[in-house]
């Protein structure tokens, strides 16, 4: 069965520096892998995603994933942290043949000036 | 514009009584999905519809009803029998069945007293 664990509940990073945001999944098949973020009170949002191809994929506002297969990540980062980055960062593999997603707990991210 | 919407934005409503959230859809998706997210929790499925007339249990199906009689509509019903109804509740859509991208809705944030 698929699962997806996002290491780390809250990250806390100072303004200009790295982000990165974990994330280690399980699954019996190729899997697809997603980001999305989550601003306060409001819905998801497709940061990137991976499905086949290129193993570095780049997504929207300056971030970036590496699918590691022998590993088995998904690790989200972005080399220097703006304020607008605090949001709630959730992780989702591929589950089935139905289109369904497995999000993980999802990470905090908070940005220090 | 396309998108997502959900209505109203909060809902209050006294224990026991039933309560129908809107999930509206303008992208001419053909499946849809309702989470719900409680803090820590991440993202958990209720209920999805991969075509109209038709719709399957997702992980906590339990006290929670839909129906999908147009594809662009998808409503819940958050019924007596859900223990804990208080909750943020997420609607989302995408195209054809073999795909794995979703797009959200705003979210709906329902309170139970």
């Known amino acids: 069965a698929q699962s997806v664990t996002q290491l780390g509940s809250h990250v806390s990073v100072s303004e200009g520096a790295l982000v990165l945001l974990r994330c280690n999944y399980s699954s019996s098949v190729p899997p697809y892998l997603f980001w999305y973020v989550q601003y306060p009170n409001q819905g998801l949002q497709l940061l990137l995603k991976?499905?086949?191809?290129?193993?570095l994929v780049k997504g929207i506002n300056g971030f970036e994933a590496e699918f590691k297969k022998s590993e088995t990540s998904f690790h989200l980062t972005k080399p220097s942290a703006h304020m607008s980055d605090a949001a709630e960062y959730f992780c989702?593999?591929?589950?089935?043949?139905?289109?369904?997603?497995?999000f993980g707990k999802g990470t905090k991210l908070s940005v220090k000036p | 514009d396309g998108g997502i919407t959900q209505s109203p934005k909060y809902l209050f409503r006294k224990e026991g009584q039933n309560v129908t959230l809107s999930c509206e859809q303008n992208?001419?998706?053909?499946?849809m999905y309702w989470y719900r997210q409680d803090p820590g929790q991440g993202l958990r499925l209720i209920y999805y519809?991969?075509?109209?007339?038709?719709?399957q249990k997702g992980d906590i199906a339990e006290g929670y009803s839909v129906s999908r009689e147009k594809k662009e509509s998808f409503p819940l019903t958050v019924t007596s029998a859900q223990k804990n109804p208080t909750a943020f509740y997420l609607c989302?859509?995408?195209?054809?069945?073999?795909?794995?991208?979703?797009?959200f809705g705003p979210g709906t944030r329902l309170t139970v007293t």
């Open positions: 989302a859509s995408k195209t054809q069945a073999s795909s794995y991208e979703q797009y």
């Open positions: 519809s991969q075509i109209v007339n038709d719709f």
């Open positions: 991976y499905t086949t191809g290129a193993t």
């Open positions: 989702a593999v591929s589950r089935g043949s139905q289109g369904n997603l497995i």
């Open positions: 992208l001419n998706h053909d499946a």
